[in-house]
């Protein structure tokens, strides 16, 4: 069967969300449509496309979680639009007819998407990067990512999930910040999911209180080859070192258990914790995503071997 091949990004790997439970997670690729049989076959794996792509499910409330930060995507697929004092900046940009549920969440949290200032894509895949040339077009924000992923996006997007591509604004590199207005963005190149993969790292405010939120841009396995395994490994590394991250701000919410803290948020009262404000969370995950690239840098090793 060429499901795999054709239909799928390569790769079915099992996720410990942050906070949340473990779920099988894939992008699906480009390409021909998707037959009955073969949906069915998806969904034995954990992936149903056709929830993916159904507005009734996928359409969730937007919903505030810090005071300058709010979610505004899928049930599948994070959009998080963040509050400066000269603008709004977006992660990500969903794709297709779901990029109008981003703006009316922007919206529906109080806020004017013609204040938008900056996409920041985490790397090049359509659900993440779909959007970003309508936020470009409509309300000239400026699109941001890395130069691996501008070329992987120019490069063409085709078939079932194809998307506009952005004109290139900023090519973001490793080490580079972005300040807008009393927010910065700092920037850190983590390749592997993709070539190059963009995560940040800025704060988030709970009344007087600031907390730092860190955006790992890439953490599904469906890639293949020995040395891209060994990059996300090393990217990963990278997080490990890091000390302080307070709030895990993932780009799919299943990852990090989003709804689920959405709900103890709502039911908040003064002086209990916040529940996004988890840095124990943060790093009981990162073994995990180890772990699981560990086991696939064996696979990958061996089928390197067999083709020799």
């Known amino acids: ?19 949340g439970s473990a779920e099988s997670v894939a992008e699906p690729s480009a390409d021909p449509p998707v037959s009955d049989d073969d949906n069915a076959a998806l969904r034995q794996v954990g992936i149903d496309l056709s929830r993916m792509n159904d507005p009734e499910v996928q359409n969730v409330p937007a919903f505030r979680v810090f005071d300058d930060l709010s979610y505004v995507g899928m049930e599948w697929v994070s959009c998080w639009v963040v509050e400066t004092s000269e603008g709004l900046v977006l992660i990500d940009s969903l794709y297709g007819d779901f990029i109008e549920h981003a703006v009316a969440g922007i919206r529906s949290v109080g806020l004017d998407p013609a204040d938008l200032k900056y996409v920041l894509v985490t790397h090049g895949h359509f659900d993440h990067n779909g959007g970003a040339a309508y936020f470009q077009r409509e309300f000239g924000a400026q699109v941001a990512m890395t130069a691996a992923d501008w070329t992987m996006s120019e490069s063409g997007s085709t078939g079932n999930f194809a998307y506009d591509v952005p004109n290139q604004d900023l090519v973001i590199a490793d080490g580079d910040t972005l300040q807008v207005g009393d927010k910065e963005f700092r920037f850190f190149v983590t390749p592997g999911h993709t070539e190059g993969v963009l995560s940040m790292e800025f704060t988030v405010n709970d009344g007087g209180t600031s907390h730092r939120a860190f955006t790992f841009g890439g953490v599904g396995l469906n ?27 993932t780009n799919h919410a299943s990852m990090g258990g989003i709804f689920e803290r959405a ?14 404000v988890d840095p124990e969370a943060f790093q009981a995950w990162l073994p995990e995503l180890r772990a699981n690239a560990e086991a696939k840098l064996e696979q990958e090793r061996e089928k390197e071997s067999g083709d020799d």
């Open 223 to 249: 890639f293949e080859g020995v040395d891209r395994t060994l990059q996300y490994l090393s990217s990963v590394g990278r997080l490990e070192a890091m000390e302080g991250i307070e709030v895990s701000i």
């Open 1 to 19: 069967m060429k499901l795999w091949s054709t239909w799928v990004a390569i790769g079915v790997v099992v996720l410990a969300g942050c906070g």
């Open 263 to 276: 709900e103890r948020l709502a039911s908040r009262h003064a002086g209990d914790p916040h529940p996004f």
